[in-house]
């Protein structure tokens, strides 16, 4: 169960043979081996446990914002985001921007989950 949007899948655990594996590589190309080698390229994880390198992507500005005037969010959006931002920091998908200065927060409705933060954030590089 999606602990977020608490939707949940039901389905059969079935064991697969390696007759009957899904290969995204297509092996007769000429470059395939080098895919072959580094398959993290073919199988993305969104959430690595281990990080391999230290390169961190860091956005600095020199400008202030424009100010937009302050809102305060319903106790309901305001938990929302909170839980989606701790999970996207936590992860190290996204960190906080620098310097740490005021950006507005929008919200964003998407069919699976009722409310998704969207404001400008520092993509993390791992």
Known sequence: MDMITNLCVQGDITV???DNVVRTLNESIQNSNL???FLAFSKPNLCPNQIKHDVKLLIETNV???L???RQLDPKRLAIVKEELKFLFDN???R???PQWSIPLHF???E???YRPHGYFTVSSA
């Open 16 to 18: 697969i043979s390696s």
């Open 35 to 37: 895919l072959l080698k």
């Open 64 to 66: 202030q914002p424009i």
């Open 68 to 70: 937009s005037k302050a």
């Open 92 to 94: 190290e998908i996204m």
């Open 96 to 98: 906080p921007r620098i």
């Open 108 to 110: 964003l409705t998407k």
């Open 112 to 114: 699976v989950v009722p």
